[in-house]
């Protein structure tokens, strides 16, 4: 572990800006789900997963090269091939082909779940050990979030669970390496780099899947898309990884306690979903639990 891995913010205004950076990460997280679920409409699973990538490979590509980032170091280039596999990859292609059995409520639950995860992950990788008091909010949180998502699907497990949960530990992988990479490289470089590593899969990917998957496009599924792969992919994770490199991986994933409880909000206003009267008090637990992780020592 390198001096930047355990390294922590010195002043107020770094932690405040941190904590920004994570919470519009956050933000543009709680629509994937919705967007990804419009994206259907006009586009198979695997053409969906495919062509998103290429979109925003073809963003961080351009960004890349206008500004003449050099590549990365040897040393990076096994934590940037877990972020791709795991962000960039796996967990849209697992939470996508879940979604076309599961709710996107019922999928919540991954998001749930994944703050507590990520916290695992980066205590394993980076050597932290968060405080009990931490452990205790973050676990709070996550059985609050749990409980109102599978109260929501009615608690029947589906078909799709098994792709959330693969989703889960692939993606609390991705966020950790990401997180410790965004200390040594700027974020949107992280995810960048990761999508250009990706790029020859995603574009084999798409040919063969727009050849065998139809395509029937609309409104909603051209937004969808353009979503997930400008807003979701390349934004979202961009100040995602800034805001971990900054407030550190584990006290940045239980901002994320909050992510369902938005994807719900959307899904009510985008897709139609009828929410229950409970949201309201799990959004208050759920906020109670983040602010005590917020205060706690990592």
């Given at each position: 572990?390198?001096?930047q891995d355990s390294?922590?913010?010195?002043?107020?205004i770094?932690?405040?800006?941190?904590?920004?950076?994570?919470?519009?990460?956050?933000?543009?997280?709680s629509?994937?789900?919705?967007?990804?679920?419009?994206?259907?409409e006009?586009?198979?699973?695997?053409?969906?997963?495919?062509?998103?990538?290429?979109l925003?490979?073809?963003?961080?590509?351009?960004?890349?090269?206008?500004?003449r980032?050099?590549?990365?170091?040897?040393r990076?280039?096994?934590?940037?091939?877990?972020v791709?596999?795991?962000?960039?990859?796996?967990?849209?292609?697992?939470?996508?082909?879940?979604?076309?059995?599961?709710t996107?409520?019922?999928?919540?639950?991954v998001?749930?779940?994944?703050?507590?995860?990520?916290?695992?992950?980066?205590?394993?990788?980076?050597?932290?050990?968060?405080?009990?008091?931490?452990?205790?909010?973050?676990?709070?949180g996550?059985?609050?979030?749990?409980?109102?998502?599978?109260?929501?699907?009615?608690?029947?497990?589906?078909?799709?669970d098994?792709?959330?949960?693969g989703?889960?530990?692939?993606?609390?992988?991705?966020?950790?390496?990401?997180?410790?990479?965004?200390?040594?490289?700027?974020?949107?470089?992280?995810?960048?780099?990761?999508?250009m590593?990706c790029?020859?899969?995603?574009?084999?990917?798409?040919?063969v899947?727009?050849?065998?998957?139809?395509?029937?496009?609309?409104?909603?599924?051209?937004?969808?898309?353009?979503?997930?792969?400008?807003?979701?992919?390349?934004?979202?994770?961009?100040?995602?990884?800034?805001?971990?490199?900054?407030?550190?991986?584990a006290?940045?994933?239980?901002?994320?306690?909050?992510?369902?409880?938005?994807?719900?909000?959307?899904?009510?206003?985008?897709?139609d979903?009828?929410?229950?009267?409970?949201?309201p008090?799990?959004?208050?637990?759920?906020?109670?639990?983040i602010?005590?992780?917020?205060?706690?020592?990592?």
């Open positions: 572990m390198t001096a390294a922590t913010p010195s002043t107020p770094a932690v405040s800006s941190g904590t920004l950076l994570a919470a519009l990460g956050v933000l543009a997280f629509l994937t789900f919705p967007s990804t679920a419009w994206g259907l006009s586009f198979g699973p695997w053409s969906l997963v495919a062509v998103r990538s290429v925003a490979a073809i963003v961080a590509g351009g960004f890349l090269r206008a500004m980032v050099p590549l990365p170091d040897r990076h280039w096994a934590g940037l091939a877990v791709a596999g795991g962000v960039v990859v796996g967990f849209p292609l697992l939470t996508t082909l879940a979604l076309q059995t599961a996107t409520s019922h999928a919540a639950v998001v749930g779940l994944l703050p507590l995860t990520t916290a695992a992950f980066a205590a394993v990788r980076t050597g932290r050990r968060p405080s009990r008091t931490f452990w205790l909010a973050a676990l709070a996550a059985a609050v979030v749990i409980a109102f998502t599978v109260q929501q699907s009615g608690g029947a497990l589906r078909t799709g098994l792709y959330l949960f989703a889960l530990l692939v993606c609390a992988a991705g966020y950790t390496e990401g997180g410790r990479l965004a200390r040594e490289l700027p974020g949107w470089q992280v995810i960048g780099w990761a999508l590593l790029l020859p899969l995603t574009l084999t990917g798409s040919a899947a727009l050849a065998f998957e139809p395509v029937r496009l609309t409104a909603h599924g051209v937004i969808g898309l353009l979503w997930v792969a400008a807003g979701s992919t390349f934004f979202g994770l961009y100040v995602w990884y800034r805001g971990m490199a900054s407030i550190g991986i006290k940045a994933s239980q901002l994320q306690l909050a992510q369902p409880l938005l994807t719900l909000v959307w899904s009510v206003s985008l897709l979903e009828r929410l229950s009267p409970a949201a008090v799990a959004a208050v637990a759920v906020l109670v639990c602010a005590v992780t917020q205060r706690a020592r990592s």
